[in-house]
């Protein structure tokens, strides 16, 4: 069975930095691809950024663009976020999410879309306060 479990959140001010780690287990897939989400209360669920395992291509949402950035360690199965010059905006509970390879393969890549991910994990808040 899939599991995602992150780490990391906590509370900052804004202009700080955090760094997520999503720590998967409990599958051997060649190829995948895993996201980061985030909701705010009240908002939907939104997509942040996604790595993908094989060629390590990158994804991001608009809004963290430069000043997120996601990276993996395929050995440890270990997906970061490095999160920088947060601003209040960012506040959320933060989702790791992955796709496995019968959906890379149905869909030919992956982006940032909630129904592209089969697998969850339970989330880690991230505070900024101003």
């Known amino acids: 069975e899939v599991q995602l479990v992150e780490s990391g959140g906590g509370l900052v001010q804004a202009g700080g930095s955090l760094r997520l780690s999503c720590a998967a287990s409990?599958?051997?897939?060649?190829?995948?691809?895993v996201a980061w989400f985030r909701q705010a209360p009240g908002k939907e669920r939104e997509g942040v950024s996604r790595?993908?395992?094989?060629?390590?291509?990158?994804l991001y949402a608009d809004s963290v663009k430069g000043r997120f950035t996601i990276s993996r360690d395929n050995a440890n199965n270990l997906v970061y976020l490095q999160m920088d010059s947060l601003k209040p905006g960012d506040t959320a509970v933060y989702y790791c999410a992955l796709a496995g390879p019968s959906t890379i393969l149905l869909l030919g890549d992956v982006g940032l879309r909630r129904w592209e991910y089969e697998h969850w994990g339970s989330g880690t808040q991230v505070t900024v306060s101003s």
């Open positions: 790595i993908r395992r094989s060629d390590g291509s990158t």
């Open positions: 409990g599958f051997n897939f060649d190829d995948y691809v």
